[in-house]
């Protein structure tokens, strides 16, 4: 023997979890009168959804009805403003400038100071120094090293060899000296911007934040 359940769907009014009114709960007058605070802890103690407010709690995740809230969002930001991609591609500054790690600080020889803008590039295995300036500092050799360097885009040069120094590079206002080995290279960068003169100079320095490279002209690294 076979029976069939019947079973009948009553369709109940919406109820508010605010005020007990025969509305839904979204458009309750009365909860605009409450603090966020106050209107999560009755939908918590209620064990409702964040998302629609239904009783039952389930995980937001999950809300049947939160695809439906984003669609209608996004509806409504499409019709507010139907050239916002544009708007924002607009304010972008084609030719923006970009402000690397640069300092400037004193290189000391044996007979000679020289003041050197220095730049700091964390993605560097090695250190280097223009050519004509470690000659200048009379700089002597201390070994050779045959390197093959690779470049942005996974491009790697030929092997090329380098002359290795150790130098000594001081703090502009002297509180810091260290030693290092550096190798030579005839050309390190091109055109590399100093900070450039603002009001943003002086906030800094008010905060402790003394920057050294600032100059108008653009000296080599």
Known sequence: MLLASTRTTEVKKPKCIFCDGKHVSSDCFNAQKLTLEEKQKIVRDKNCCFACLLPGHHVTLMCDQLQAFKNAN???????????????LSNVNPNPKVFLQTFKAKLLSSDKEKTVRVLCDTGSQKSYILKNIAEEMKYPVGRQETIKHSVFGGVSTKECKHNCYRIKLKQLNGN????????????????????SEGPCLDELKGLGVILTDTNVSIEPI
Do not use: R
């Not at 019709?79 to 708007?87: A, K, T």
């Not at 050309?187 to 100093?194: D, F, G, H, K, S």
């Open 74 to 88: 996004q509806k409504k930001e499409e019709e507010e403003n139907p050239s916002g991609n544009n708007v924002n």
């Open 176 to 195: 810091f000296t260290c030693n290092f080995e550096v190798l030579d290279q005839a050309i390190i960068c091109e055109n590399v911007l100093p900070v």
